[in-house]
């Protein structure tokens, strides 16, 4: 079964619009991670929100995990061109100590 | 302080060809790993090294790909003979030993592999 997966695939709004990714998973976990790529270049870790946690907030992006739905939303506020990249949730299961499993990741483009 | 390194930044080879893959962590840290990305799927975990130690590698899709971190300092990543389904971009990631496992992972730019 695939962990981490998210919705949408791909999100074009507004500069100015708040945008929402959604990211479910299968297994129990000990985190949950978002990360951020732009184009051709590596993942920027964002936000990490421990299984014990159901919101947290940094500068424009606010993150909450639901582990009874085994879900998490980023929201990503009053969105900038600068943010058109993609954005992978990943989670840290119970059962590894060491790995991290990436989601498909959601493609954000901010229209100027 | 310098992040994670990794060179080459693109790699275009021919299949059953050779290619060494290498990452710099960042210094000091403990713990190294490998993930890649395959054709726009998700990025998946190759393995992890605690210093030179292999701490996990059931993330190795076969016996084609060599991972080795000797002296615990960079790793290279050999994939021999490659395949037209080993190309992806593969990423290195390093960790601090003194956050544990399962915390924050900095992540190169990754090599983007090629296999015609």
């Known amino acids: 079964s695939q962990q981490g997966e998210e919705d949408p695939q791909a999100l074009s709004i507004q500069e100015g619009e708040n945008a929402t990714m959604n990211c479910s998973y299968k297994t129990s976990i000990n985190n949950l991670q978002w990360y951020r790529q732009n184009s051709g270049r590596g993942l920027v870790h964002l936000i990490l929100i421990r299984s014990n946690e159901r919101e947290k907030h940094s500068g424009r992006l606010r993150v909450t995990l639901d582990t009874s739905k085994k879900s998490s939303s980023l929201l990503i506020t009053a969105s900038r061109a600068a943010d058109t990249a993609s954005y992978f949730c990943a989670t840290a299961p119970y059962s590894s100590a060491s790995k991290i499993i990436f989601g498909s990741g959601t493609r954000l483009s901010i229209r100027p | 302080e310098a992040g994670v390194t990794q060179f080459p930044s693109h790699s275009v080879i021919e299949k059953g060809q050779t290619v060494t893959l290498r990452c710099d962590p960042i210094s000091g840290h403990d713990n190294l790993y490998w993930y890649r990305r395959v054709m726009g799927k998700e990025i998946k975990f190759l393995l992890h090294f605690v210093k030179e130690s292999k701490q996990d590698e059931s993330g190795m899709p076969n016996n084609r790909f060599l991972a080795e971190r000797t002296g615990g300092t960079y790793s290279t990543l050999k994939v021999q003979p490659a395949e037209l389904e080993d190309s992806g971009v593969y990423f290195c990631?390093?960790?601090?030993?003194?956050?544990?496992?399962?915390?924050?992972?900095?992540f190169g730019p990754g090599t983007r592999l090629t296999v015609l």
């Open positions: 990631a390093s960790s601090p030993i003194s956050r544990g496992l399962n915390n924050e992972q900095f």
